[in-house]
Structures are given as structure tokens and as C-alpha cells.
């Protein structure tokens, strides 16, 4: 009885595990929002990820099977296989949500208090009248995400700045 019992367990958390492959997916609609610098290292990340979940599944199913059958080395093994295995998905996922979230992290989010002239940015919940509150949007933006920046001059200030290099 103990066997049909346990055995009952494992198709459950082969079941939970074939919820979560098919959960996965909404990650992987996600993946067009990921900035270019690090969309790659996520999808691959991903792709791991719903790999180790399928080897999970098949890894469930043959442990349940060998328990209802009764054959208790190789089930044994496969429940060592299964465990070393957990240890590496969870090690995957943590490492998947760290870069998921960085990357929002990385994002600006919110108002941001811009001077009208200057475009200088003012440091939330700072001092509007200390000038050390504000700084340029370059470096404003390059000390809260992974952005640097490269400057040139449109057109329209091309005409009036330059209106000799203006074709």
C-alpha cells in the first residue's frame, strides 16, 4: 500500500511539474520586452530552465513507475537522479529570477523631476533648491541602468547651431 501511495506522490509532483512547462510559456512571451544587452543570456537561461522541467516529468514518471513496479534499486537511483537534479533547477531558476530582475531594476519607472531649461534631473526625495540635487540626464540615466550614451546633433539643431553644415 505504501508503494501505490507513494507512487501516487510522485505522479502528483510529475503533474505539477507538467503545470509549471506549460506556466513557463508566459516567460517566454515576455522575452521582446528583455533589453538586447542581456536577452540572449536570458532566453538561453530560459530555454534550460523548460529543459530541466521536462527531464523532471520523465524523471517523475520512470521513479513512479519503478515504485509501482516494485524494482527498488533502480528507483532508488532515479529518486538520487531527481534530487541532484532539483538541486541544479532551483540553482538555474534563482540564477534566471536574478537576471529578470535586475533587468526591471535596470528600467526607469515612474516621474522623473526634469529641469524646463536645463534637462538637468532632480534625485527623488531630494532638495529641489540644493543645486547637488540635480545632475544631467546622462549621468543620471548611465548611474541607474546599464545605459551609456553617445552624442550627436539632430537636424533641427543642426540649422541652428551650424546652419553652414546644414544641407
Known sequence: MQHIIS?????FGAGVMGLCILK????????????????????????VHRGLMIFFVF?????AAT????IHLM???FVGVVFLSGAIFVLVGI?????????IKNTLQGLLPICSSCKKIRTPESDPE??????????????KTAADFTHSVCPDCLKKLYP???K
Open 7 to 11: 507512487t501516487i506522490m510522485v505522479l
Open 24 to 47: 513557463a510559456k508566459d516567460l517566454f512571451q515576455m522575452t521582446p520586452f528583455i533589453p538586447k544587452r542581456s536577452k540572449a543570456d536570458i532566453i538561453n537561461a530560459l530555454q
Open 59 to 63: 524523471c517523475y514518471c520512470v521513479v
Open 67 to 70: 515504485m509501482f513496479l516494485k
Open 75 to 77: 528507483g532508488e537511483m
Open 95 to 103: 540564477r534566471l529570477q536574478v537576471k529578470m530582475i535586475l533587468e
Open 130 to 143: 540644493k543645486p547637488e540635487s540635480w545632475s544631467p540626464v546622462e549621468q543620471y540615466i548611465s548611474q
Open 164 to 166: 553652414q553644415f546644414y
